[in-house]
């Protein structure tokens, strides 16, 4: 008589499992809940010929030690839980005892052994040039945004530097040709003389002659003209490239004062103009008190210098003692003017010229225009 094995046969499916359950626990692999257990020590079996204690007294019993079977226990399998399932069920997917995987090595110097001193500073220098090209790096993309954002006001001030530049040149070149010998003085030309001799002028002033347009002294100029009494002012004109324009406004004289050197011709400033030994043609006698420097002699210049075009060369004596008595004489007829002073003497010029065309000076023995409005006739 065989006896039951106490363990249950292993079997493949569970029987609260359905197929589909058993298939798709086949194929997904088991999941363990909580940390992994120790897989169970495995029982050995128990060889063949050595009989069990159940079978010895069993055949014992019987008395047929030869019929006797001995019944080998079945392995232990190991197996984890799934959270699907219950403790004590064991799956036939089950891959087999889990072991924990073993730590990764931890770096430490007493793992890694003995140091070596070049090869630390190989690595110090190597991390060392890194951080000076990652900061060069950093330091060029600075210098590029800040470009980047700049490119315009550069611009602007690059025009602007272009500008000043080219200024700066066309001045710089103009200067150069200026101060240079081809803008140098070769023609002297004199304008504004009258009883002045121009080709004197001329003469006096080729000292300038080979100097440049800008370099012309005009101090030079004027010591140079000084000489000629007959010169009131005068101005000076650059004609490029090489020509020089002396502008002269000569001396009015109004008369001539008698002394013993002879007769000296006069302008209104009292300015001796030429001295001779005969009274010079066409001009008036002054006879006044107290010289050039008077009162009088200034009242008389501003009458002669008033008097128009047609009356002037007819005066042939002017005479006056203080500023409100100058009289003038007609040397043809003898006639006199009584002019008064010097005040409104446009006005009373005007009326002089007005009454002579009506009242010549043949028939008028004098005019009286220290009046303007109210002219008498004698």
């Known amino acids: 008589m065989r006896r039951p094995s106490p363990l249950p046969p292993p079997s493949d499916a569970r029987p609260e499992e359905s197929g589909a359950d058993a298939a798709s626990r086949a194929v997904d692999p088991p999941r363990t809940v909580g940390p992994p257990r120790r897989p169970l020590p495995e029982v050995q079996p128990e060889a063949p010929d050595s009989p069990q204690p159940g079978a010895d007294r069993a055949s014992a019993a019987d008395g047929s030690p030869d019929e006797a079977e001995t019944v ?9 839980l799934r959270d699907d399932e219950p403790a004590g069920v064991t799956s036939a997917a089950d891959p087999g005892p889990l072991t924990r995987p073993a730590p990764p090595p931890v770096d430490t110097p007493s793992a890694r052994g003995p140091v070596d001193p070049s090869s630390e500073s190989a690595d110090e220098e190597v991390r060392f040039g890194d951080v000076m090209r990652a900061a060069r790096a950093r330091r060029r993309a600075l210098r590029a945004e800040v470009r980047r954002f700049t490119a315009r006001q550069r611009r602007r001030r690059m025009a602007w530097i272009g500008v000043a530049t080219a200024v700066l040149v066309l001045v710089l ?26 080709g004197a002028v001329e003469e006096a002033l080729s000292g300038q002659v080979g100097t440049p347009m800008p370099l012309v002294d005009d101090s030079e100029v004027k010591a140079v003209l000084v000489g000629f009494p007959l010169v009131e002012t005068y101005s000076l004109e650059a004609r490029p490239p090489h020509e020089l324009v002396v502008r002269i406004v000569e001396r009015t004289p109004i008369g001539v004062l008698s002394s013993p050197a002879g007769f000296t011709l006069v302008d209104a400033a009292g300015v001796g103009l030429s001295t001779t030994s005969t009274p010079p043609a066409g001009e008036p006698l002054i006879e006044v008190a107290g010289g050039v420097e ?9 009458v ?18 203080t500023p409100n008595d100058v009289t003038l004489t007609l040397g043809a007829t003898g006639t006199e003017i009584v002019w008064g002073g010097a005040d409104e003497s446009a006005m009373k010029a005007l009326a002089l010229e007005t009454i002579m065309r009506s009242r010549p000076p ?7 225009v220290s009046s303007p409005d109210a002219i008498v006739l004698r």
Request: net charge negative.
């Open 362 to 368: 043949e028939t008028v023995a004098a005019y009286d």
């Open 173 to 198: 070149g103009t200067l150069g040709a200026a101060y240079s010998p081809l803008f140098a003085v070769q023609t002297i030309t004199v304008e504004g003389t009258e009883r002045l001799d121009a």
């Open 72 to 80: 080998p226990l079945a392995p232990v399998i190991p197996f984890h």
């Open 304 to 321: 002669v210098r008033s008097l128009p075009a047609g009356i002037r060369p007819q005066v042939t004596r002017v005479a006056a003692t």
């Open 294 to 302: 008077s009162d009088a002699f200034e009242a008389v210049g501003h």
